[in-house]
């Protein structure tokens, strides 16, 4: 009998034999070896057979001697090795089942890249779906990057292919190699559940350990859900890691996840932020994308270090009582050709139809949330961030042109839902399946919408009818009251309902009041640089600002450098301005917000209500003419706040009227040296008198410095 037909053998040669692991192995008493760059192969087991060459490279023997190793030869060298054919398959039904129904909420630990120890032996484990390709290999250094030696295995109709290669280790790069359904080559591919990556422009996946971190996080974790809840203080530092700080006697690198461990917690905690929200980190290619165009979901970016170092940070910022919200990227994915654009030949990711499937706005691919791999996918992903690396958080990117079909299209350049209707049907069961399954599955986590429409119960949850968000930014609160900020005093009065207009919504959602990095790019200048005024007067007027934000209902958000008053258009490609620091105006700006930080959260009446509407009541929202806004902030037990706003360049003294009698200590005052202002303020109280005012029985007069806002509180 033949070992192995010529055909058969020149189809494993040619890298297109249908099916090779029912050849290859071990099959009826017959053992079929494929080995480039071999001349003579010897099977080694009970006994050692030398098999015999088919065409080059294809040796088969007779073989009834049990398990093997293969050893092979030619003129320069002789190995021995494991055969990977000889190997049965990892994944078991189960997982195939829940793979191919689109419900293996750990995703992640079946496909992708593992180190294993399978029937003895150490390797790595590769899975992949690719459910319309004609052939999937793994390649990489290992194998010369030759699609023809490791084929993988298809298992069932799940569209999964898998493969064990023995001897391989944590470290290797590799990608796979696809023929799509007519035979053709396609770009070799970056894994996507990949864990690792090599540094970009280089674009092969790198095998990676999970877990290699030990946390030590437990108090944090269990005290989590009462500093993520609707009456907790919530002040957010949002972060580019890439430009925060950079080593310039190194080349100008950016720190490592080692360095931001120490350097960026330490400096979060010391400004009295309570969470930093980290700009994408999941592996990306082009730096001037800052993360929002991921190619590699499941890793983080190795410009900064390891996936276990980024663990570390993580960790440390926890054992100092700061929490982590990942900006987390699931409405679109960049085109690259390594990535999952037509990932098998189809779109298989995408929508095949570009009024669904591409974003005209950032040259990007849409996601297709209706096909149930797809969903799984990303909902897992969401679980792998919060599960394996502890965050605290996701803050979902763009959710708008998520739930909208007609998101930024004119009409015809669009497909409606199933009803005739403008929303994405599928991608609103796909937010609220991971919301449901974020919460769920992970104690104490938030999740966060950066949404910009009216779309009704964002932060409802899921069994109420909701898309089950924790919490959403508030973009209309941002844009008016920059647009009211940026206005010249003179003509503030025209526009007072910018400021009071919030409080007709304010309670509608949970709502985070966000500065973000949007705010200070693409020529929208800084936020120092978008106040009126001499140079003294856009420092008052900023200061003011801030002071103005964290006294409004709402949780708090506020991007790097803003903190002391960068001139400049935030870059990725420099760090911050620090230098600013040595002029007292920027540090007495920082020195407002770390004291704003402090006064948040060491006060009640200033967090309790941010979501509640029982924590705010206007005492003057109508006083146009002098820009003039005064309002209670309250929490049950705790004493009250009142905050003056006054934002014109003049001075004035001025009747406020008070919940209740008795000396009022002035909390804050933006006018203060130490904040950078002239130091004018009211010696430190005020006393009400029993002399009605603006509804209240009580009142007092104050006097209120040029563009300032003052905070008092019962002595």
């Known amino acids: 009998m033949a070992l192995i037909d010529r055909a058969t053998a020149e189809a494993l040669t040619e890298g297109l034999h249908p099916d090779p692991f029912s050849v290859l192995g071990v099959h009826d008493g017959q053992l079929v070896a494929f080995v480039p760059g071999a001349t003579r192969v010897w099977a080694l087991g009970k006994h050692e057979e030398e098999l015999t060459q088919i065409l080059p490279d294809v040796f088969a023997t007779s073989w009834s001697n049990g398990p093997y190793r293969l050893r092979a030869s030619n003129d320069m060298a002789t190995w021995d090795f494991d055969d990977p054919y000889s190997f049965p398959p990892v994944l078991g039904e189960i997982d195939e089942y829940l793979i191919g129904e689109g419900t293996h909420k750990r995703l992640w630990e079946k ?73 053709r080559l396609l770009p070799l591919k970056s894994d996507p559940l990949g864990f690792g990556a090599e540094h970009p422009p280089a674009q092969a996946s790198v095998v990676r350990k999970l877990g290699l971190h030990h946390f030590g996080d437990g108090a944090w974790i269990k005290q989590r859900a009462a500093r993520h809840e609707r009456h907790a ?165 763009a959710v708008a042109s998520m739930l909208y079909r007609d998101y930024s299209r004119e009409p015809g350049e669009w497909v409606p839902n199933k009803d005739g209707g403008r929303e994405n049907l599928e991608a609103i069961e796909f937010l609220k399946a991971m919301n449901a399954a974020s919460y769920g599955g992970a104690e104490g986590i938030m999740t966060v919408a950066e949404e910009s429409t009216a779309f009704p119960g964002v932060t409802r949850p899921v069994h109420e009818g909701g898309l089950g968000f924790g919490y959403k930014w508030n973009m209309g609160w941002m844009n008016d009251t920059l647009r009211y900020f940026a206005r010249e005093p003179v003509h503030r009065k025209f526009h007072h309902n910018e400021l009071t207009f919030a409080s007709s919504y304010t309670y509608s959602e949970n709502f985070i009041l966000p500065i973000s990095h949007d705010e200070v790019v693409h020529g929208k200048g800084s936020m120092l640089g978008k106040m009126p005024g001499n140079e003294a007067e856009k420092y008052a007027n900023l200061r003011a600002f801030y002071a103005f934000q964290w006294a409004h209902p709402g949780k708090k958000l506020l991007f790097m450098g803003q903190e ?152």
């Open 111 to 183: 496909l992708g890249a593992h180190t294993i120890t399978h029937c003895g032996v150490e390797g790595v484990h590769f899975a992949l779906w690719a459910p319309n390709a004609r052939r999937v290999s793994v390649v990489g250094d290992f194998n010369f990057w030759d699609g023809r030696r490791h084929q993988m295995r298809r298992l069932g109709k799940t569209g999964v292919w898998e493969i064990f290669v023995p001897g391989l280790h944590e470290g290797a790069l590799y990608k796979y190699e696809l023929l799509d359904t007519e035979g």
């Open 564 to 715: 002391f008053g960068q001139w400049s258009e935030w870059s990725h490609e420099r760090e911050l301005d620090w230098y600013l620091l040595d002029d007292p105006s920027h540090a007495g700006l920082r020195n407002l917000v770390r004291d704003l930080n402090r006064l948040y959260r060491d006060t009640p009446a200033l967090h309790w209500g941010d979501c509640d509407p029982q924590g705010f009541a206007w005492i003057e929202a109508d006083d146009a003419e002098n820009s003039v806004f005064v309002f209670e902030r309250r929490a049950p037990g705790a004493p009250p706040v009142v905050v003056v706003a006054n934002l014109t360049p003049m001075d004035r003294t001025y009747r406020i009227g008070l919940p209740q009698s008795g000396e009022w200590v002035e909390l804050l005052n933006t006018n203060s040296a130490h904040y950078g202002g002239e130091n004018w303020g009211n010696l430190g109280y005020i006393t009400a008198q029993d002399q009605p005012h603006s509804n209240r029985d009580h009142s007092a007069e104050v006097y209120l410095p040029p563009l300032s806002v003052v905070m008092f509180t019962p002595g």
């Open 233 to 397: 203080p919530i002040s957010i530092y949002e972060v580019h890691l890439g430009s925060w700080v950079r080593i310039w006697d190194e080349g100008g690198r950016p720190l490592s996840y080692h360095e931001l461990a120490k350097k960026l917690i330490d400096y979060v905690c010391d400004m009295g932020f309570t969470h930093i929200e980290l700009l994408p980190i999941t592996e990306f290619p082009f730096d001037g994308s800052w993360g929002y165009q991921p190619i590699g979901l499941y890793a983080p970016t190795i410009r900064h270090g390891r996936p276990e170092e980024f663990a570390e940070l993580v960790d440390a910022a926890h054992r100092r009582g700061v929490g982590v919200i990942l900006d987390w990227v699931p409405g679109h994915f960049p085109t690259d050709a390594h990535g999952l654009q037509k990932f098998d030949g189809t779109a298989l990711y995408e929508h095949a139809d570009p009024k669904e499937g591409f974003h005209q706005d950032w040259n990007t691919l849409i996601y297709n949330y209706g096909r149930r791999e797809v969903s799984n996918f990303l909902l897992a992903n969401a679980l792998f961030w919060l599960e394996e690396y502890h965050l605290d958080g996701l803050r979902v990117d």
